[in-house]
Each structure stands twice: as C-alpha cells, then as structure tokens.
C-alpha cells in the first residue's frame, strides 16, 4: 500500500487512485514511519527535513520543520548530523520526515521501535492531534494493546 514493493496479485486504491498505476501521486498522498528511518546521516535533522519537505513542494517549509522538530524533541539537536543521533533520536525524525508534507495518510510500520517512553508519550501525542484533523492511519504492532489504543477501527491477522 506504501508503494514500496509492487504488489504482485489483487487491487489497491487510496484516494481512488490505483497504486500500480499511479505510483507517484499515491506517495504524495500518505507518509510512512517504518524500522528503516530513510535518513540521511551525513546530512542534519533539518537538512534531511528540507530535503524531503523539497521533495514534496511543501509550503512554508523552513516553518514545517521548526514545527515538527520542537514536536518530536530535537530542537537542541536540529543542526546536528543524524549520524550523531542514538537509535531513538533518528526515530523521532524519522516521525517528522513522514509528517513533513502533511500527509492524509500515515502508515505506521512499528513506528515505536526505538523509542523510549517519554518519546513513545510524545509520539502518540502527535497521533491524537491527527484525529482531529480526519487524518488515516494505518499502523502495524506486535503490541496489541498498545494499537487499538489508537485506533478507531483494528483488523488483527494471525497467522499472516
């Protein structure tokens, strides 16, 4: 559904749009928070979230990322390479990468990986917000209990 891989049988339309067909305009549409963080680590918190933001025509940029670096705690970090950052730091930009361009969807591959609890609190602060804002998510979690707490709607796959 993230267009990452090609989907090799069935059908997949978000926004109407078919992902096969429509590769590119699906990826402007969603967001995606996964075990790899798609950094760069040669490049600073926000020299990564310009890159992306650039990608992705986003307005107001150099505003976007001051927003989204305060809301994921690396303020003090913004200028820092990411190759300084621990395993939980490159996560929360990781989150800000994804949130970057004001996606209508987020998919969540276990976004919580590496994160320590006052990260995990703010985390799932930035995901309440999007409730308000009508924003899909689709999240992907060993923790059960931890997933339908954020969600509205749970499919569970054993097995799968």
């Known amino acids: 559904m993230a267009t990452l891989v090609t989907p090799t049988s069935g059908k997949v339309l978000i ?16 967001g995606v928070i996964s075990h790899e963080t798609y950094l760069y680590t040669e490049l600073t918190a926000a020299e990564n979230l310009r ?4 990608m992705y025509d986003t ?10 670096i305060k809301q994921v705690g690396l303020t003090y970090r913004k200028n820092d390479r990411v190759r300084t950052f ?22 969540l591959d276990e976004p919580y990986t590496g994160l320590d ?39 569970i796959l054993t097995g799968g």
């Open 15 to 30: 926004e109407g749009l078919d992902i096969k067909e429509n590769p590119i305009e699906i990826r402007k549409k969603i």
């Open 51 to 54: 890159f992306f933001g650039k």
């Open 59 to 68: 307005p107001r940029l150099e505003e976007r990322i001051d927003e989204l």
């Open 86 to 107: 621990s395993r939980g730091m490159k996560q929360r930009l990781s989150i800000a990468r994804a949130l970057i361009h004001d996606p209508p969807i987020l998919f």
């Open 117 to 155: 609890q006052h990260a995990i609190a703010t985390f799932d602060r930035i995901l309440g917000g999007m409730n308000a804002m009508d924003k899909t998510r689709v999240l992907i979690s060993h923790d059960i209990e931890h997933g339908i707490s954020l969600c509205d709607r749970a499919i």
